[in-house]
């Protein structure tokens, strides 16, 4: 069985009782669960005072054992304040050596990205310990695909998507729309070309998801892609205001604007149901009659 490493670099846990049970259940299974004591650390909004969450995540440049999945409590605010103090050169090299299964979204993308622009390491989009692992009723498809993962050198993630047939390769990376927005400018939004770029946000109306987007466009990074696929958009309702213009009015829209496929519906981000992707892993994307497929490789994965 795996160990799981657990890190608290954003925001405190405000559901303790689903971080415990998200540690009881993986403890059940037959893991073992170490650093459990950033669960209940608290420090304002944060999970702890800035040298305490640092520290999480510059200890994992000598964290020993092997199989170890370093995962998240939670995300919500703080990791960008960490981000000048990591020691990126140090996690590289680990990463290189002997690599860690970095899992988490949210909050954690902007950590993921800073990996994989200063170090091209690899890290996966998926599910974190008290939203997860700690729901009332652990979702079968997450369990399933986060294995999938993190066990299978090669995997692909299938769902009905929309958007024009299309069949693109590149270096898959991504995560949350926010967090990637607030890296432009910065050393950690990593310069992929030729990519396919995938987002997901929470609790953003339409109009701010479509914003982000255009900032993207409008800063030159979403034409160098081969193709972007979004994920979920939970809380995006419209309101009345808003008369028709909702999430796939937006859709239509930016699909006006891009010169590369854009393609939706996938199962990804801040939902009880959601895929595992691996982040600056090689990807290929198929669509074609509403199937779309991901196939991807060159990731760590777990050893026997």
């Given at each position: 069985m795996s160990q799981f490493h657990l890190i608290a670099p954003s925001g405190y846990c405000i559901n303790q009782s689903a971080a415990l049970r998200g540690v009881s259940?993986?403890?059940?299974?037959?893991?073992?669960?170490?650093?459990?004591?950033?669960?209940?650390?608290?420090?304002?909004?944060?999970?702890?005072?800035?040298?305490?969450?640092?520290?999480?995540?510059?200890?994992?440049?000598?964290?020993?054992?092997?199989?170890?999945?370093?995962?998240?409590?939670?995300?919500?605010?703080?990791?960008?304040?960490?981000?000048?103090?990591?020691d990126w050169q140090g996690l590289i090299a680990r990463q290189q050596r002997d690599p860690l299964l970095i899992c988490g979204h949210s909050d954690f993308t902007v950590i993921q990205m800073g990996l994989l622009a200063l170090g091209n390491v690899v890290t996966f989009s998926g599910p974190m310990l008290a939203g997860n692992f700690g729901a009332e009723t652990l979702n079968d498809f997450t369990e399933r695909h986060f294995w999938l993962a993190l066990k299978n050198p090669t995997y692909s993630v299938e769902w009905q998507g929309n958007g024009p047939a299309c069949e693109a390769e590149g270096t898959l990376w991504g995560g949350n729309l926010a967090m990637i927005v607030s890296l432009i400018g910065t050393p950690w939004l990593p310069e992929i070309r030729d990519g396919i770029l995938v987002l997901e946000d929470i609790n953003e109306h339409p109009f701010r998801v479509e914003r982000m987007l255009l900032q993207l466009l409008h800063a030159g990074i979403l034409s160098r892609q081969r193709a972007i696929v979004l994920g979920s958009f939970t809380g995006a309702a419209p309101n009345d205001y808003d008369a028709g213009y909702d999430l796939n009015a937006m859709y239509d829209y930016l699909r006006s604007r891009l010169p590369i496929p854009l393609i939706t519906g996938l199962d990804f981000g801040h939902e009880q149901h959601t895929v595992t992707l691996a982040l600056g892993a090689q990807a290929e994307l198929t669509h074609a009659s509403g199937h779309s497929m991901l196939t991807l490789s060159g990731h760590p994965v777990l050893s026997e």
């Open positions: 259940r993986l403890e059940e299974a037959g893991h073992q669960v170490a650093h459990q004591q950033v669960i209940a650390r608290r420090d304002r909004r944060f999970a702890g005072s800035e040298s305490e969450r640092l520290s999480d995540l510059n200890g994992l440049v000598t964290l020993a054992g092997k199989n170890q999945i370093v995962m998240p409590v939670r995300g919500g605010y703080g990791a960008s304040r960490l981000l000048e103090r990591i």
